[in-house]
């Protein structure tokens, strides 16, 4: 028995093909007109999700690239600064070198200590300098509070904090853009950086130390070193020449090294003082074992009772470092023992800015490295954000040769469709009589 269809269900039939056809026709018109082959989730839901996703990456990677280049430009702006500190405290330094001039006056040693309040202030303004934007470069994280302030002559404060503010460059790695100005600025080791030599201010002798050296790290660095000694200076006038000893005094047990017992208060000690020789803290002969490491050169002649002390090198600010020059250059020399406190002073001097300048230099540095990793960093996030792309394109764009056929295609079916409906409405029986 044959399967009856009714009238209206050909008819149904056929204007559904034709939509059919023409909704086809139309996706395809859309991909050609639009250049994309996926343009709604439904078109390919797998495709779809994954262009989700890539976009998405690229988008984090773009921003990437810009904070990448916001870390460039703070850096550098932070490291032209360091650039400017550095050439300040060689100016500073070179004017310590001319103030050792022996025929230079008061009148001289005042006009330098004039150019070194100059470099005083500019080291000050540098120490707080910004980033273009306002933020601080060497507040640590406080980038809206001015780092450094004066709050007396020679004396000035930091109000920043230890942090460093941080800017995201790639998923995985944050660079520093900030630093902490009191590593910077303040707290920076003395002397020859292991332990500072310095002369007691009432030294009536010509004696002038010089910064000292460690031939033996292990042996100043190691727990029972007590790193806080005194020499202590005897003049026998009895004796022609005079003759000059010196006790070498542990200031933490108060014994002498050279004896292992308490120190005497007066003299004669157990060496004998040549000047320009080494002065080495460890035992010779007959003394008590003892080996610090260390060995420090005295010029010149100590008076009686003249002392010396040799500590672990203490932090100071470079501002302190300065004044302190300022004074030193600014004070009448009228004696042989002025003099030679004035000696000591610019060296201790050129000690402590030679120290300010290589952890300008170590700062500097490490941002030079930091500016590396981004500049690399922010070229690897280019080629993602491009490979990127190219993976949303090959998912996304239409192909248009592809395309093309198939608008071809679609347009002959959709024209057999119209063609086939146009026939079956003509089958009636009315048209057979």
Do not use: C, H
Request: proline content about 4%.
């Amino acid at each position: 028995m044959g399967i009856r269809i009714s009238t209206n269900s050909v008819f149904d039939q056929g204007i559904a093909v034709i939509n059919d056809r023409q909704r086809a026709l139309l996706d395809v018109q859309q991909q050609v007109s639009t250049g994309r082959r996926v343009i709604s989730p439904s078109d390919d839901p797998i495709a779809a999700g994954r262009i989700l996703d890539l976009s998405q990456a690229k988008a984090a990677t773009s921003q990437f690239v810009e904070n990448a280049g916001a870390a460039t430009s703070a850096l550098a702006v932070a490291e032209q600064s360091l650039q400017g500190v550095i050439r300040s405290l060689q100016d500073v330094r070179s004017t310590i070198i001319g103030a050792g001039n022996a025929t230079l006056g008061d009148s001289g040693r005042a006009i330098l200590a004039r150019e070194l309040r100059g470099n005083y202030q500019e080291l000050l303004a540098l120490a707080n300098a910004t980033d273009g934007q306002g933020g601080y470069l060497f507040s640590g994280y406080r980038g809206q509070t001015q780092p450094f302030s004066e709050t007396a002559p020679g004396t000035v404060q930091y109000a920043g904090d230890q942090g460093q503010r941080l800017l995201q460059i790639s998923a995985a790695r944050y660079v520093p853009i900030s630093d902490a100005g009191s590593e910077i600025f303040q707290r920076i080791r003395t002397g020859n950086g292991d332990f500072t030599a310095s002369a007691a201010p009432l030294n009536a002798g010509t004696g002038t130390i010089g910064i000292g050296a460690v031939p033996d790290p292990a042996a100043w660095n190691a727990s029972t070193n007590p790193s806080n000694f005194t020499l202590r200076f005897d003049v026998n006038g009895a004796t022609n020449p005079a003759t000059t000893t010196y006790d070498i005094v542990d200031n933490v047990s108060g014994n002498s090294l050279l004896t292992g017992s308490p120190a005497a208060a007066n003299g004669p000690y157990l060496r004998t003082f040549t000047p320009g020789s080494a002065i080495n803290l460890r035992n010779q002969g007959a003394e008590p074992p003892f080996d610090y490491g260390a060995t420090v050169t005295i010029t010149g002649n100590p008076a009686d009772a003249d002392t010396f002390t040799l500590v672990q090198s203490p932090t100071q600010s470079m501002f302190t470092t300065v004044n302190n020059l300022i004074t030193a250059l600014s004070t009448t020399i009228s004696t042989p023992a002025q003099s030679a406190k004035l000696t000591n002073d610019l060296g201790a001097a050129l000690a402590n800015i030679d120290q300010a300048i290589n952890r300008a230099l170590d700062v500097q540095t490490a941002i030079g490295s930091r500016m590396k990793e981004v500049d690399a960093t922010e070229e690897t996030n280019r080629d993602l954000g491009i490979q990127f792309e190219e993976s949303v394109r090959d998912l996304r764009d239409v192909d248009f040769a592809k395309a093309i056929s198939d608008l071809t295609l679609q347009r002959t079916l959709l024209e057999a469709a119209q063609k086939s409906f146009v026939q079956v409405q003509n089958l009636s029986l009315f048209d057979l009589l």
